[in-house]
């Protein structure tokens, strides 16, 4: 039998962990298995935190939108499907920066939607 020595390929997979771990408190960032899992779990909540901010710009989309629309005198869902029925294909991204920096443009958008 060959003795394997493991001390590359051991050493190579703890510094990853240690090098996630950086900033983490206390015995955290030092003893192996404590970073590995927090490393673990603070990966499990920037994959999370990912999704839940897509869905945290979408809200803060329709609240701007909805503010602009209100401001020029129509309901959120009215000025949307005024928007669908009258083919514009602005999504609520672009809608949302409109409102805020361009809020002429907006007036006209939103006078398309209440023709239609």
Do not use: C
């Not at 190579?12 to 206390?26: H, I, L, S, Y």
């Amino acid at each position: 039998m060959v003795r394997v020595k493991r001390g590359f390929v051991a050493r190579r997979r703890r510094k990853k962990v240690f090098t996630r771990a950086k900033g983490f408190r206390r015995t955290v960032r030092t003893q192996f298995r404590r970073a590995k899992t927090a490393v673990f779990k603070a990966l499990t909540h920037a994959t999370r935190g990912r999704r839940q901010k897509k869905r945290d710009m979408r809200s803060l989309w329709i609240g701007r939108i909805n503010a602009a629309a209100v401001a020029a005198g129509l309901k959120y869902n009215t000025f949307i499907s005024g928007l669908k029925k009258a083919g514009v294909l602005l999504d609520r991204k672009t809608l949302a920066d409109l409102a805020m920096n361009d809020p002429q443009v907006f007036a006209q958008i939103a006078e398309v939607a209440r023709k239609s």
